[in-house]
């Protein structure tokens, strides 16, 4: 996970998974490697390639991506990521070629109209690292920290205060916190068609309530919405 800092306009100071928009530059990618595709599945890859630009620029992991990649290499496709701003020049360079399948859909929040005045239309992705926890270093631009945990650790850590989650985040978290590996994570996110989520405040307790659907997947569907972090 990373801390946002605080002077960002949305989530500042929070600490959240690995991400950021879509740019043309990666729906250019996306409908240079699925020529004649329809619109849908070239938003769709376009969605995913910046899922992986993003963790490559923010983390330097390399996920998403098939080649012949070690640490060094990796360490050079984040810089030269984060100079060019695209992921197209990164595999050029190193004649990387893009897994998408590699990214297995989780999640699409839409939380509209609870903490700002802009859409937030986000997608989550599972992805298995294979190697384990290995050395990361945060990029120091939109970023403060970066941090390996559990799931269950990054509950524990936010229910000490140690970090602040969002309501999309902390829910994120108590769901991937039900499994034990990556293998019965990816089983249940499959098994569980993705819908969008957009969280609706319920006023018909003794107190307002911040509540998401029963049925996507969520151990834990409401919280307070005076306690709720949004954003």
Not at 50 to 56: G, H, K, N, P, S
């Given at each position: 996970m990373v801390v946002r800092s605080k002077q960002l306009r949305f989530a500042g100071g929070m600490a959240v998974f690995p991400g950021g928009r879509v740019d043309p530059e990666d729906r250019d990618l996306a409908a240079r490697h699925a020529p004649g595709e329809t619109e849908n599945v070239q938003d769709d890859l376009a969605h995913r390639i910046?899922?992986?630009?993003?963790?490559?620029e923010?983390?330097?992991?390399?996920?998403?991506?098939?080649g012949a990649i070690d640490a060094e290499s990796a360490?050079?496709?984040?810089?030269?990521?984060?100079?060019?701003?695209?992921?197209?020049?990164?595999?050029?360079?190193?004649g990387w070629k893009i897994d998408a399948q590699a990214l297995v859909p989780f999640a699409r929040w839409l939380p509209l109209g609870l903490a700002h005045d802009r859409i937030f239309d986000t997608r989550f992705y599972l992805a298995d690292l294979g190697t384990g926890a290995?050395?990361?270093a945060v990029d120091e631009t939109e970023n403060t920290r970066l941090f390996w945990t559990s799931a269950k650790g990054a509950l524990a850590m936010a229910d000490e205060g140690e970090i602040s989650v969002i309501f999309p985040t902390r829910r994120n978290l108590e769901r991937l916190a039900q499994f034990?590996?990556?293998?019965k994570a990816r089983a249940?996110?499959?098994a569980t068609p993705v819908r969008t989520i957009i969280p609706q405040i319920d006023e018909s307790g003794p107190q307002p309530m911040l509540?998401?659907?029963?049925?996507?997947?969520?151990?834990?569907?409401?919280?307070?919405?005076g306690s709720a972090q949004r954003g």
């Open positions: 910046a899922a992986i630009r993003e963790t490559l923010e983390t330097g992991l390399a996920l998403g991506l098939s360490a050079a496709a984040r810089k030269l990521a984060l100079q060019e701003g695209a992921l197209a020049p990164v595999l050029d360079r190193f290995v050395d990361v034990a590996s990556y293998e249940h996110a499959l509540r998401i659907p029963e049925d996507a997947g969520y151990p834990v569907i409401e919280e307070a919405f």
